[in-house]
């Protein structure tokens, strides 16, 4: 009975390391699936099929992910939030929004996971909502902080993201004008890298753009010219200053195209096969700068008012994500005054009547002024992109691009930049 006792207890005290075992590395197997699965999600593109837990834990992934760095704006408003935009948001608002994102992220994942659905996605989705929580989710203070702090523009990145997609998604899906495009479609990632980068870098852009505009273009300005400009009522003179702006951007647009040196930089804008509201986004850094200082700064000789400016960057913030959209809407003869998605899908073409046309961003009339425009009514462009698909994939090597020496003389002929 002693040996046999002996061996039980050996046995117990075997079975029960094994156990322990199991327990301790259980943590570990469900991090590794979690990164792992959440990885591959994020490396891969196609339309998500519902009924298995995916789509809502994607969407649950990403309210999770604007939930966390929100909450680390929270925490670091002087570095992480842009002065000029945190003073016309209401905090208390944003806490709401912030509330309301995390119950619908926390409440999807979590019964997600119960029901053993896509539990990668949505096991990364409840471990963010709960690490968001933990540091101290909607309710962390704000109180008095330092200005004039050098700082990324994370809360224009959260607040953008979240009212873009959801307003343009929403637009595709309803009025699309490719009905089989998946919301995930080819280089998403691509694009949402230069999506974020863009918003980040925002103090910086504007740093630079307000330093050349004011010490360049400073002695064009008059103030006679600039009191009777100001003085305009405000929907002519937003009329006015939008017209300005596009005069301005087509022959610095049309520059991009006719001047090989600058369509190396250009040509990362174009080099996107697939249109949709973030495609837009894919500009080389140079670019963005560049055509900012040059609008802005005509606009700022010219001397419109700030009300004036403002509105109109919202439409130009409008404009830039809803031309490339995939939205098709019938304009009737709207089409031959303003630019829409289906004018500007024609610039993005590959087709060879849409080759280095339709440059206006706001005014379709100014192309037909000029000899530029392609009638975008009765069909629409077979393909998208740089022809010969030369610029390559990748924030980083498309800001490298330019720098380096086209590998085939076909790509810097002057009629056949783009093919």
Not at 128 to 142: C, K, N, Q
Not at 284 to 307: D, N, Q
Not at 363 to 378: L, N, Q, R, Y
Request: charged share 15%.
């Amino acid at each position: 009975m002693s040996d046999r006792g002996n061996s039980e207890r050996a046995a117990s005290k075997r079975n029960i390391k094994h156990m322990a075992g199991i327990v301790a590395q259980a943590p570990v197997k469900v991090a590794s699936e979690v990164v792992g699965k959440t990885t591959h999600l994020l490396q891969t593109d196609g339309e998500i099929l519902p009924g298995h837990g995916l789509a809502s834990g994607v969407l649950a992934l990403t309210l999770a992910i604007l939930c966390f760095l929100g909450v680390l704006a929270f925490h670091f408003p002087q570095y992480l939030t842009t002065p000029e935009l945190r003073a016309k948001y209401d905090v208390g608002v944003i806490r709401q929004i912030m509330l309301g994102a995390l119950l619908i992220a926390g409440g999807w994942s979590l019964a997600n996971v119960a029901r053993k659905l896509s539990r990668g996605v949505n096991g990364a989705a409840l471990l963010l909502v709960l690490a968001t929580v933990a540091l101290g989710g909607s309710r962390v203070p704000v109180g008095d902080f330092a200005d004039g702090t050098p700082y990324l523009g994370l809360d224009w990145l959260i607040l953008d993201l979240l009212g873009s997609s959801i307003i343009f998604i929403a637009l595709e899906k309803i009025f699309p004008l490719y009905k089989g495009q998946a919301i995930f479609r080819k280089a998403w990632q691509n694009d949402l890298v230069h999506f974020g980068v863009n918003h980040l870098l925002i103090g910086f852009m504007l740093l630079v753009v307000n330093y050349v505009i004011h010490n360049v273009f400073g002695w064009m300005a008059r103030d006679t010219l600039q009191d009777v400009v100001s003085g305009i009522w405000f929907v002519p003179q937003l009329l006015l200053c939008v017209f300005v702006a596009d005069f301005v951007e087509y022959w610095v647009h049309r520059a991009y195209h006719e001047v090989p040196y600058l369509w190396k930089f250009h040509a990362v804008h174009h080099s996107s096969e697939v249109m949709d509201w973030i495609a837009g986004s894919r500009l080389h850094m140079f670019e963005i700068i560049a055509t900012r200082v040059l609008i802005l700064g005509a606009l700022y000789v010219v001397g419109f008012s700030k009300p004036v400016l403002d509105a109109y960057i919202i439409v130009v913030g409008f404009q830039a994500v809803f031309n490339h959209a995939n939205v098709h809407i019938n304009w009737g003869p709207l089409r031959k005054v303003f630019v829409t998605p289906d004018f500007h899908h024609w610039h993005h073409s590959s087709d060879d009547e849409a080759i280095d046309k339709n440059y206006a961003a706001h005014f379709s009339f100014i192309d037909w002024m000029f000899g530029t425009a392609v009638d975008s009514e009765k069909r629409f462009p077979q393909k998208y992109g740089v022809v010969g698909d030369y610029v390559p994939n990748g924030f980083l090597k498309q800001q490298a691009f330019p720098f380096k020496p086209l590998v085939s003389a076909r790509q810097v002929d002057g009629d056949d930049r783009k093919r």
